[in-house]
C-alpha cells in the first residue's frame, strides 16, 4: 500500500522558511516522479512542484525562486524548502506521485504576522 507522510508545516511570519518532507513508501521512490501539492480553504488541491526520477524540478510560477524541491533517495524522502513565505502560501501540503495515489493528511503551513 502506497502511503505519504507529510510533516515541517508550522505557522511562520512573512519572509519566514519553513522545510516540509514527505517520507514514501510502498512504491519504487527511487524511479518514482514526486510531486507538492497544496490546498487552501477555498481551492481544489493544486500542484506546487515536481522532482523526476533523475532530479529534473518544475515549479508553478508563484514559487519559482523562493521554493526548492529535492530527494533523498536513500530515505524515500521528499523535500520541499520554503523561502520569503507569503500568506497566499497558507496551505495544507501535499505529497504524492503520479499518478496520484492515496492521499497523506497533509502538513499545514500557515503564513502569519
Known amino acids: 500500500q502506497v502511503q505519504f507522510v507529510e510533516s515541517g508545516g508550522g505557522l511562520v511570519q512573512p519572509g519566514g522558511s519553513l522545510r516540509l518532507s514527505c517520507a514514501a513508501s510502498?512504491?519504487?521512490?527511487?524511479?518514482?516522479?514526486m510531486y507538492w501539492y497544496r490546498q487552501d480553504p477555498e481551492n481544489q488541491r493544486k500542484w506546487v512542484a515536481d522532482?523526476?526520477?533523475?532530479?529534473?524540478?518544475h515549479y508553478q510560477d508563484s514559487v519559482k525562486g523562493r521554493f526548492t524541491i529535492s530527494r533523498d533517495n536513500a530515505k524515500n524522502l521528499v523535500y520541499l524548502q520554503m523561502n520569503s513565505l507569503n500568506a497566499e502560501d497558507t496551505a495544507v501540503y501535499y505529497c504524492?506521485?503520479?499518478?496520484?495515489?492515496?492521499w497523506g493528511q497533509g502538513t499545514q503551513v500557515t503564513v502569519s504576522s
Open positions: 522532482i523526476t526520477h533523475d532530479y529534473m524540478t
Open positions: 510502498g512504491l519504487i521512490f527511487s524511479t518514482s516522479s
Open positions: 504524492n506521485t503520479w499518478p496520484n495515489r492515496d
